[in-house]
């Protein structure tokens, strides 16, 4: 990079002389100055003899005087000749060396400024405008689904939804704006406006998005994308920021407006540095956590409503952190997915469910929860019968639980899935049904083997006829499709007398316990009778068929 840039503002073949370019400019100018003087001093004497011998009055000029006037002339045009060059060598280094900055300032997929370039234009624009009496608006922009064009679409597609997107930002901005690539699909802009008119910058982001969003056609296929940006102005901060620090601010918010929903914007605001330290605390304990066996399973009852009796129990993973006490998965679920670590994570806690599994009557079933993100893994489902063999678990005690939301995603690919899982005996039941809009058809291809009515809809049932008017839809869908069906958030006797009018359930809530440790589990299986008791390691598998057949 140095020896290009080398060889872009200094020319070959000059650059072991030992002048520097200016000096020998210097140089050559003194020389044909010192001629020029010597040609005034000498040349009158040395004229006039020319042209009174020419008149035939008089000798010739002095043999010497007339050599040293040649001599000046020759050094004259010397001088003038070396400064013409020079002069040509300066402008064609200067314009080498306006070609590198540009290489070095710009970003050569779009033509905008770079990172580099961008912090130290952003400081100059800052102080020219305050001269003026004008803030400066520092835009963060992002594209939401880049990665996915380039996936689906390929790198030359991606390349172009950039300088196509770099083009409209550009168009939007006002002129003497500056618009930078950060690199991958991240764009900082910079604008100038008037203090007393903050509204001008949301009336700009709004044209943003809405240029960014209209459709870019690739090799005749219209490609969509939406942009989430985050906003700051020099002007609004307790202590002034330095351009680094803007785009940084800048950032922060872009990532907020990412996180509530993307395609929008949304000013920078301090708690929103409180609410990221927090996310990078998370990550980095979560990151630790699974190691040091931090993360637990959790068991929550199901009753058969019909029978009352306990039918098995739905591991719910919780996280003993050290700093932040027993956390709940809402919160470190989607941070572990959103980091690559969710598999990791469940897989541990699958792993000490399935073998405190073991130890309870075997007509007991555990159901556990699974992230849309692991069923994208191709070898899920062989991760899945491994945690089995290695725990020695029937499979046909364990249920999984997917959401709605996996069938939006790759359906194929998940319907491979639960019919391979299914095959080794593993059930599968749709989770929180009713909250994801899954289609009727897709529910019908995916062979299901239970569907659980979403909380929302059960906790409030007798106080809400709408939603008693969708329990009973889904009851008679289950029905229809021949599906049992699991009521959870039951937390009243209100609620499961309700629930006992529709029909025949399984269900789960606060009503029958709230979910418990491992330990207490065991303690009330104990009491319950339905815990095995601790199997010696060699007849691990004779004392469990003897107490299956007594369960
Ligand atoms: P979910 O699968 O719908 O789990 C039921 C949630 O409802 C649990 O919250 C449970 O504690 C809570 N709940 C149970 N009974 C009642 C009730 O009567 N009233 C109310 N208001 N709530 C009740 P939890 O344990 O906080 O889990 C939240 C979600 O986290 C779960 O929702 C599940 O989707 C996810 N999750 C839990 N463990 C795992 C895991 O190991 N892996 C994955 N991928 N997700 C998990
Ligand atoms: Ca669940
Ligand atoms: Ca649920």
Redesign the pocket.
Known sequence: MDRAKASLTEPAGQRDTALAPAQRDLLALAIAFGAIIMFVGTGGSVLSGIVRSLAGNGAGPDRLLTNALLLNIALIIFGWRRYRDLTGEVAERRRAEEQARLLAETDPLTGSLNRRSVAAQTDFLVETSRAQGRAVAVIMVDLDNFKQVNDVHGHLAGDEMLREAARRIGAQLPPGSLLSRFGGDEFACVVAFDPAHGEAIDRLAEALIDAVARPVRYNNVDIETTISLGLTRNDGHERPLDAQALLHVADIAMYHAKKHGKNGYAWFDPAMETELRFRSELEAGIRSGIPAGEFVP?Y?KQIDMASGELVGF????RWNSPRLGVV???IF?PVAEEIGL?ADL?ES?IAQALLEARKWNPRLTLS????PV?LRDPWFAQKLLKLLVESNFPPERLEI?I?ESCLHENIALVRSMIVSLKNQGIKVSL??FGTGYSSLSQLNSLPFDRIKID?SFV?QLPDNPEYATIVRSITSLGEGLGLPITA????TEEVYKALAEFGSFNA????FG??ATAEQTRDELAQLELLLEPPAPARQVSTRKRRASNG
């Open positions: 959790y929550e739905e591991m719910l993973a709940k998965p809402d679920i969710i469940s806690v556990v929860n699974i992230s692991q639980e959401t989770d929180d909380r906790t959870e958030g039951v937390e789960q809530g606060y009503f709230k979910p």
